[in-house]
């Protein structure tokens, strides 16, 4: 009856064997056995299980029961094979600080890549940026600036919070724990995440780098030993693909607005600032301006910029605060005013008024052109001032050139009022 049995068993473990099934490995203690029982001649008081690596004795607690009969005792000298059950990584213990100085920068130029794409997304909508052949600029500042500070800080301090990862982490295989391997508290979060102000400092956190070096193979940076967290090694998480996607969407945004803000018209430059912007022409480089007066009544000079390719060919915008706002109702009576004032500053400049004034409308806003000649270190510019207001901002854009580059000019002043748009509010910086 045994060897009937016992050959059902062998049959069962061969074909496991076949199949290479993780399974068979778990019987061989039990075929050793097993095989002194069916063998005649084999006394079974003097089998002995061998014992190989990964093997460990057998307790009570092992042996498989039906639930209300007490465990039958072991054979002495019995094992079983243990296979260990990985960690998750909730699960993972302390252990041993290990030097994950490579990895962490890792994380941390992940997570600025991802940021700064954000910081493009959000400068090519509402910041200031420029094309140029050999590149753009992107720049944010006033209440935008702020405004991307805080977001990128919330970004730190959601994703730590309920995944103790950022995307870069997750990618290169870490966590924030607490000292002890506990999942932090969300005030602790909170706490290294307002560090990484000062981490940062003075610039790409060379304060945090430097911090983390003196604390030597723990590698914690201000922000952990405030918070009393430290960054551990993670069981790669099933995530980490989505981390990913994450990663390249915002960068296939930036990337994608900023060719279709570069490429809206080709050999053409963009400018966007001060809550305005223009195209001018792809041969033309930013340039810088002296104050230039209002020609009405202006109480403030907020901002001014310059394109062009030389000190006498540009064309420039300027902005003023006025004392009382300025609609189509009181065109006329502005034009009048203004009139008079763009006479008296062409004659000071050795020119005179030709034409205007001529009602314009640049941006939607209703304005007013002048031509008109200034004599600028003995040579004779060309010059159009137009006025065009905005409730109580007065803009100006005026164009000027020297004989020689007119045709160049007036296309450029023609493409710069036509292009000419209002975005976001006004800033008041110069």
Known sequence: MVIFWWAGVRTSYDELRALGHGGAI???????????????????DRLQSPVVAGDVPMTDSDIPRVPGEAPAPLPEGSHQHVVPEPFGEADLPPGAPEDLLGRRIAAALIDLVLLTGLGIVLGLTVGEYSFAPGGFSVS?????????VVLALLYYFAVEATTSQTVGKRLVGLRVLRADGSRPSVGAIAGRTLLRIVDWLPLLYL?????????????????????????????????????????????????????????????????????IRFEYPGGWDEIGLGTLASGGDAEDDLWQVG?????????????YRMRVPVGREQMQEAMTAFTQSVQRLYEQQGGSLQEGPEQVTIGGKPGFRFL???????????????????????????????????????????????????????????
């Not at 944010?140 to 991307?148: I, M, R």
């Not at 050139?401 to 292009?419: I, K, L």
Request: aromatic share 8%.
């Open 26 to 44: 778990c019987l061989e203690g039990l075929m050793s056995s097993m095989d002194g029982l069916a063998t005649p001649g084999r006394d079974p």
């Open 140 to 148: 944010l500042s006033g209440a935008w600036f702020l405004a991307y």
């Open 207 to 275: 304060i945090g780098f430097i911090v983390m070096l003196t604390t030597r193979s723990r590698r914690l940076r201000m922000g952990d030993l405030a918070a009393n967290t430290a960054v551990r090694r993670a069981v790669p998480g099933q995530r980490r693909g989505l981390a990913g996607v994450s990663l390249v969407v915002v960068l296939a945004a930036a990337v994608g607005l900023t060719a279709y803000r570069a490429g809206s018209v080709a050999g053409t430059k963009i400018y966007q600032g001060h809550g």
């Open 307 to 319: 394109v062009g390719v030389g000190r006498y060919d540009l064309v420039e915008v300027h902005a």
């Open 372 to 430: 008109g000649t200034l004599t600028v270190d003995g040579a004779q510019i060309k010059r159009t001032d137009m006025f065009f207001f905005d409730g109580t901002t007065e803009y100006h854009l005026g164009c000027q050139s020297t004989t020689a580059r007119a045709a160049e000019v007036g296309r450029a002043c023609n493409q710069v009022q036509r292009s000419f748009t209002l975005t976001a509010g006004a800033t008041t910086t110069r």
